[in-house]
Each structure stands twice: as C-alpha cells, then as structure tokens.
C-alpha cells in the first residue's frame, strides 16, 4: 500500500500538535490520589481485623491486673472496669467499617476519572489521525474493488475455459472477504467481468473449435 505522502506528513504534524501536558499532570495526580487510598485502604483493614480479633477474644478486664489495681488501693469496683469495654471495641470497628467504605468510594471515583482523562486523550489523538484513517480506507476500498474485478474476470476465464478454476477459487475466497455486511465494500454483492478481458475471449469465441461462453458478471 502506497500511502500520500502529504496525509503522512500532515499527520505528523498533527501529532506534534498535540498537547497532552494538563491530561498527563492530571493523570500523576490521580495516580497519586489512588495509591494514598490505597495504603490507607490497608491499613485500615488491618485496624479492623485487630479490633474484629479484639472482640472475639474479650472475655472482660484482665484479672491480675483488677488484682493489682485493688492492692494500689482502688476500690473492687472500679478495678472491675479496667480496660476497653467490648462496646467501644464494637464502636471503633464500625467506624473503621464506615471510614473503609468512604475510601472505596474515593478509590473508585478516582479511578473513574483517571480513566476519563485518558479516554480524553485517546479521542484527541484519533481525532488527529483521522485524515491518515480516511486515506487509508480509500487506499482499503481501491484495493477490495481491485479483488472483486479480478474474480469477475477469473470467473470470465473459467467458465469459457473450464482451465482457471484455481484462480477462481482464490480470487473469489478474498471477494467474499471484502464484500458484503460491515465488510469494506457493505453494498457490493457481485462484480462485472472487465471489458477487456470480455472482449479477448469474444475474440477467442470467434476462432476457437469450441464454445467460449464467459460469464459476464459474478455474485458473492
């Protein structure tokens, strides 16, 4: 394929004309947001499988150290209520549980906006490619209308001569490529022989001690 030189060059150009430095320092920031998150992520689902293990294993103040409270002269009572109560170990835990859910959320807006940005980028830069997709679709279109016309005619071989039927098989497995629904050539459903290939086997038909008739036109 033999692209235009002057589509190549504008389209360098237009590639050179692309400024990607706000996306870029946006995306540095957002990746920075993401991985702060994400160590505050873990380490909260540290704290609460600490507290979560806490709660299972509270069975109340420990009793030497009530003992030794009661012996530095507090009362029985109040020693009885030394330490974290399992309430407040429970209380902690879900806070953390809520404070775990805000940061997902964080982490998931984040992640939504950094792949926003670089969406942003990617149609930008598509965008500037767009005349080199136009000129490559042309150059795509020439070539499937070039393999249509060489199966009709292979076809206009073959069924005068019944000799040709390995072209026509191979040109007709590319036809069938680019012919048809959400193929290159979407409305193409059969080709015309070419002219001149008609005219030589009319010639052929003329002077040959056999019957020579072409097939003028073939369907996919």
Known sequence: MKLDPKTIANAERAIAALDFSEANAAIRALEAEMA??????KATSGEIRALSQAIREFSGPEAEKVADAILSGSRAAEAATLGVPESELRDRRAALQAAAGELERRRERARKRLAEVREAAVEK????????????MREATRAANTLLAAYAAASALHSATRKC??????????AVGV????????HSSGAEAPGEVLALLDKLGRAAPFPVRPAARVRI
């Open 36 to 41: 702060s998150v994400e160590n505050a992520q």
């Open 125 to 136: 830069s598509a965008k500037a490619l767009q005349p080199l997709v136009d000129e490559i």
């Open 165 to 174: 039927g390995d072209a026509q098989i191979v040109t007709r497995a590319g």
């Open 179 to 186: 012919a048809g629904f959400q193929k290159i050539l979407p």
